[in-house]
């Protein structure tokens, strides 16, 4: 226990660990309130307790009797008071009572400590082996014979942040009472203290309007409801702590040992034209784009200019510290809406035909169309200016000794040994699934080279030195090679991209899966985490600490739920949209979905579908209950967006 704190403890016998708390941090600034259900007169019946209250209140603490801990906020007494620390050791109803009704009073004890805690506060709760239900007590008990004792803390908005031993020998005057409302005490020599802190609440997203500068117009639209907590989070901006940015560094430091490395300043659009992605050399399933309807889109002029100086350049990247993206007001929208624009509820297009569309957009699913734009006008300045000295300006190198000796690759037949990279946001409609990330960053180099150094070998063999360590493996494949690490998948590829204007040299490109990377290198359970707004997320990050050190959860052993859903649809189904619409009302907690059973009816055109999903986070606290109410507001939100009807 830290000094210096406000220090609740409830559920007290004979007081004497009250006491010896008292005595331990007697030398200190902290206050000790101790509590108990009984009257004073019968709390006075157990052995010492007498001398032990006396103790507490020499050491400047206070007793109360008669505190009912799963109704703290209806004491008179505590009404007010804020604690830092609320303890609760070895719980239990009394007399012979079953592992449901412990249940329950830890379930009250927890609702009740969110009115007298504070907000960076602890619950320690001490279990005797076995108790608990988590995998830190051995021999683990089945399930459904434990306490459950994460799971109820869930249901009060607390996560499980820290489980150790219970630490008997600090507190040698401690007698344990209690066992089935006796002076008999509990095993506690094996015993587990269980620390809890508060979760981030759930909140709901935001109408989030953005407004860009695409090929000269600029183009108003609304992000999908899944995808808005991806966007504008800046983890790729310089000075960033975020692993995203660590793994960038680093992986751009390795390549700099043997390559110049010069990754791009200038900002890019979320938005991209079908044509632009049909023109370059990507391999992207169409299926997996998130197609977008506009809302506005005004041709650019010169007033457009002076009123948005942003149309200038093409628009925004989490590389840039300054927004060339806006993000509108209500009010803003308001007017849009008042010219005759669309609705402002979010709309994924997955159902247009993108080959007859010559204005469709999509968030873009890759960098590399937008990449092949900036090397052609890096291409014609070098051109303009004559030297390589004018476009040095817009680029930002990472040079290594290696090139400045020549490397592998370097100096042959005027092909310089350079990469070119660029780095973003990119977006991927897939199903939802473990490893399935619908938004994710990019990393994107691209350089000529000459082709009998065998530049595709070369650059993967570099970073199969880098990432091995991490389960990175290469895989050939026709005309390049894969970069596949165990249950990730697929974490990035090296490919001969256009053919160089000279013979004999050839283009390669290396997209890396920045996110899976991160989960990768920091050992993270879950590429959700990189998306917390909790901050003790970043807080191991702050130090920059060196690829290999294991990310430390903060929440420990969370639980998953699983519920069924079956329901009638017409007779055509688009799956990608369920999945969308699962991502937005589970709140991104759904991390599996399975197809369990599919039946068409011989005489109406509808076919019945049956799924299975998993609710789990590693971010917030999720209880049955909240788990539950997600799966309610998925019914509702098929029944209105998708008109199936519930079974």
């Not at 008990?141 to 607390?158: D, G």
Request: hydrophobic share 35%.
């Amino acid at each position: 226990m830290c000094p210096s704190r406000s220090i609740l403890l409830v559920g007290e016998g004979n007081f004497s660990f009250s006491a010896s708390v008292s005595q331990l941090y007697s030398e200190t600034e902290s206050c000790i309130t101790a509590t108990c259900l009984q009257h004073q007169e019968e709390a006075l019946r157990h052995e010492g307790a007498a001398d032990h209250i006396k103790s507490i209140r020499d050491s400047g603490g206070a007793v109360l009797f008669e505190v009912d801990c799963t109704r703290l906020g209806d004491c008179a007494s505590l009404r007010g008071c804020v604690f830092d620390r609320v303890v609760f050791n070895f719980p239990h109803c009394g007399r012979k009572s079953g592992v449901k009704k412990n249940r329950e009073l830890l379930k009250k004890f927890f609702l009740s400590c969110g009115q007298v805690l504070s907000e960076d506060g602890e619950v320690h709760v001490s279990l005797c082996n076995g108790q608990g239900g988590t995998p830190a007590d051995q021999p683990k008990r089945e399930w459904h014979n434990s306490w459950q004792v994460a799971a109820m803390a869930a249901e009060a908005h607390l996560i499980l942040s820290d489980v150790h031993p219970f630490e008997r020998e600090k507190h040698q005057s401690y007698k344990c009472t209690g066992y089935r409302s006796q002076d008999k005490g509990f095993h506690v020599e094996k015993g587990l203290l269980h620390v809890f802190t508060r979760s981030l609440r759930y909140t709901p997203a935001q109408i989030l309007t953005v407004e860009e500068a695409v090929e000269g117009d600029r183009v108003l639209y609304d992000v999908p409801a899944e995808l808005r907590d991806y966007v504008f989070r800046g983890f790729l901006c310089s000075g960033s702590v975020h692993p995203v940015r660590l793994v960038q560094d680093f992986l751009l430091k390795g390549l700099a040992e043997t390559w110049s490395v010069s990754m791009t300043t200038e900002a890019v659009p979320f938005l991209l034209a079908a044509k632009r992605l049909q023109a370059a050399s990507c391999d992207v399933d169409k299926t997996d784009c998130y197609w977008i309807r506009l809302l506005q889109k005004d041709v650019n002029s010169d007033a457009d200019k002076e009123k948005y100086p942003f149309l200038d350049s093409l628009g925004r990247t989490d590389t840039q510290d300054a927004l060339s993206t806006t993000c509108l007001t209500s009010d803003e929208v308001d007017r849009v809406k008042s010219k005759g624009a669309e609705s402002l509820r979010s709309t994924c297009l997955l159902d247009i035909d993108p080959e007859g569309e010559s204005g469709v957009y999509m968030l873009r699913p890759s960098l590399l169309p937008q990449m092949e734009e900036l090397l052609t006008k890096k291409e014609e300045l070098v051109d303009n200016a004559g030297s390589h000295g004018e476009d040095e300006g817009n680029n930002k190198s990472v040079e290594g000794e290696e090139h400045k000796k020549e490397g592998p690759c370097g100096g042959c037949d005027g092909v310089t040994s350079s990469l070119f990279g660029i780095s973003g946001l990119v977006f991927k409609n897939v199903p939802v699934n473990l490893w399935a990330l619908p938004a994710f960053h990019e990393l994107l180099l691209s350089g000529v080279f000459p082709s009998q150094r065998e530049p595709i070998k070369l650059l993967g063999q570099r970073l199969a030195t880098l990432l091995a360590p991490y389960g990175v493996s290469l895989v050939p494949e026709q005309g390049g090679l894969r970069l596949v690490a165990p249950q990730k998948g697929l974490v990035g590829k090296v490919f001969a991209s256009n053919a160089s204007d000279n013979v004999g040299d050839v283009s390669v490109t290396v997209s890396l899966n920045l996110d899976l990377l991160s989960a990768l290198v920091f050992s993270l359970p879950d590429w959700r985490l990189l998306w917390s707004h909790d901050p003790r997320f970043l807080q191991q990050f702050e130090l920059r600490p060196p690829p290999g050190k294991p990310f430390q959860p903060f929440s420990l052993f969370p639980e998953h739920f699983s519920f069924d859903i079956s329901f009638w649809t017409g007779p055509t189904w688009q799956e990608r949209k369920f999945h969308a619409v699962i991502r937005e009302a589970s709140h991104g907690t759904v991390e599996q979905v399975k197809l369990i059973d599919t039946f068409s009816h011989p005489d109406l055109s509808q076919t019945s579908y049956c799924y299975r999903l998993v609710y789990h986070s590693n971010t917030h606290a999720l209880s049955h209950t909240q788990a539950l109410q997600f799966h309610k507001d998925l019914e509702t939100c098929l029944t209105s967006r998708l008109q199936v009807t519930i079974r």
